[in-house]
């Protein structure tokens, strides 16, 4: 395959696919590559192309470099600028690789033997088609240089490729490797350092109050969790499944452990197989006239789940665990719910992912679940968005056809879709996740814990009353707003007199004036 590219491509284009560009502009990287060799893929979430400005523009998922960057109309010119420019989408590469085959790869290495990019290109085909091309290994005289550039996407602990003379410090492997760039929104808040800031919380407050703070904290994670799947279990199995979540970071993961939580989360399995799936799987409804599925997301093929697997638990094991623990959860838990590797259990399980690796890499103190879960019940919208991302962008690319029983049959290889991913939005979301439960949820419980503990104290200095009176007295009062109701003074506190009521309502006052209305709190410790 000749290295020029169609001259067409020299042209400026207002539209490519289905993404209008802020200004007519010529395709540059990956959309030249993807658009020269008609590349079934995702598109990246930011594309590049050459504006006739002298500056650059950013709009609308483009951004647009100046005449002055322009590469060469060839394979070489737009490889190497996609590399420089744009990160590494191994998703593209991958079926670029595939589509122009090993004679175009070896030319540009052998063209230019000690280039950085050309030895990034060579290790990156054979790292991801799994093969070796005919070429001798480079020169033990050339540097090193980094496969994935840490400027623009989050690395891994390099180790050396003598062959090629790289390091390879991609997050994962060629079975399993979601891919963050290194966002504005993600520096800020790694620069905040959330983890120091809830070892600071904990430290403040009394081990008593933190025990009890952490597990009114747990039961809502495990509540949320089966409540944004639309489910209302038994308080059984919202306990048997939180008690499971607290454990989370104890054992090791593998496949085994996943299977014990799909048990775990199913409790009743006589109408669910566990297991790895062996048939087709989706997200979505079915029509109700035809009964066809009409599918939001199509689950990784039963036959590649074994492979896909393998990649993502290896990936828990090794890469991950370099990467900042959020951002690490991040690719873990979304990239095994995109899996779907169960018939059921896959949404709990994917959000108990995330506390596994908090707990496990020290990042949630010691004891204390952060209520990722209920942040996400309170942000519905924008956690389906973000599961949407990728899901919206691989459902044209997956080729399938209905089923008698009402499922789907994939027609098509679709492993990669599922084995790399742009988890940037992922993690963004997460952190923001974790921020709220850091600066929100977690000082807010310990506070209303401490008060709760200062109106029992105080209102015993008033009135001898047993610890059930007193949370009594605190329901009514919380339930009415700070006021003690004209029932429950006839009735179950009858017995006080009127200047104890005014004092009781003016303790409680005092207490919570700053807890937000309908803090949705009403049950007392």
């Not at 190497?80 to 998703?91: I, S």
């Not at 104890?250 to 014990?260: A, T």
């Not at 094991?317 to 991040?330: E, H, T």
């Not at 997956?398 to 492993?415: G, K, M, Q, S, Y």
Request: charge should be negative; proline fraction near 6%.
């Amino acid at each position: 395959m000749p290295n020029a590219f169609p001259e067409q491509l020299s042209e400026r284009v207002s539209i490519f696919r289905t993404r209008r560009l802020p200004s007519p502009a010529r395709l540059a990287g990956y959309s030249a590559l993807i658009e020269a060799y008609d590349l079934e893929v995702p598109l990246p979430r930011q594309l590049l192309a050459i504006g006739a400005r002298h500056r650059v523009v950013e709009e609308g998922g483009w951004r647009l470099l100046t005449p002055r960057h322009a590469p060469e109309n060839t394979l070489t010119g737009h490889l190497t600028f996609a590399v420089k420019w744009e990160g590494l989408d191994l998703a593209v590469l991958k079926r670029l690789f595939h589509r122009i085959g090993v004679e175009p790869v070896i030319a540009i290495i052998r063209d230019q033997p000690t280039g950085t990019y050309a030895r990034r290109i060579w290790f990156l085909y054979e790292w991801l088609l799994q093969t070796r091309l005919e070429l001798p290994d480079a020169s033990a005289a050339i540097s090193y240089c980094d496969v994935l550039d840490p400027r623009l996407q989050f690395a891994a602990k390099a180790e050396r490729s003598p062959r090629h003379r790289v390091r390879n410090n991609l997050p994962g492997t060629p079975q399993f490797c979601p891919l963050v760039f290194r966002s504005e929104r993600l520096t800020a808040f790694l620069e905040r350092d959330l983890a120091a800031q809830a070892r600071v919380t904990a430290a403040r407050v009394p081990a008593a109050v933190l025990a009890r703070a952490a597990a009114f904290l747990l039961l809502a994670d495990s509540r949320s969790s089966f409540a944004i799947e639309g489910e209302q279990p038994s308080a059984t199995r919202i306990e048997r499944w939180g008690q499971a979540i607290g454990q989370a970071g104890r054992v090791p993961l593998d496949l085994d452990e996943l299977l014990r939580l799909q048990r775990i989360v199913i409790g009743d399995a006589r109408f669910v197989r566990l297991g790895l799936r062996q048939e087709g799987g989706f997200v979505g409804e079915h029509d109700r006239h035809t009964g066809l599925p009409l599918p939001e997301h199509i689950s990784a093929r039963a036959e590649d789940l074994p492979d896909l697997m393998i990649g993502l638990l290896a990936f828990e094991a090794g890469p991950g665990r370099v990467l900042d623990p959020v951002i690490a959860a991040a690719c873990l838990a979304f990239g095994f719910v995109y899996i779907h590797p169960f018939t059921d259990g896959n949404g709990r399980i994917h959000r108990y992912l995330i506390h596994h690796v908090l707990a496990e890499r020290g990042f949630s103190p010691p004891g204390l679940v952060f209520p990722v879960s209920a942040v996400i019940l309170s942000e519905i919208d924008a956690y389906r968005a973000v599961l949407q991302d990728h899901s919206s962008s691989a459902l044209p690319l997956i080729r399938w056809e209905p089923t008698e029983d009402r499922n789907v049959h994939v027609l098509n290889e679709t492993a990669d879709l599922y084995r790399f991913f742009d988890a940037t939005p992922h993690a963004e979301f997460l952190f923001h996740c974790v921020e709220e439960t850091v600066v929100r949820d977690l000082p807010q419980e310990t506070r209303f814990l401490e008060s709760c503990d200062r109106f029992a104290r105080r209102i015993q200095e008033i009135v001898d009353m047993s610890g059930g009176t007193v949370d009594l007295l605190f329901r009514f009062l919380r339930q009415n707003r700070g006021t003690l109701s004209a029932r429950a003074r006839r009735r179950e506190f009858a017995a006080l007199a009127e200047n104890e009521v005014r004092r009781v309502e003016g303790i409680y006052a005092e207490e919570f004036e700053a807890e937000e209305e309908g803090a949705g709190k009403a049950d007392a410790p």
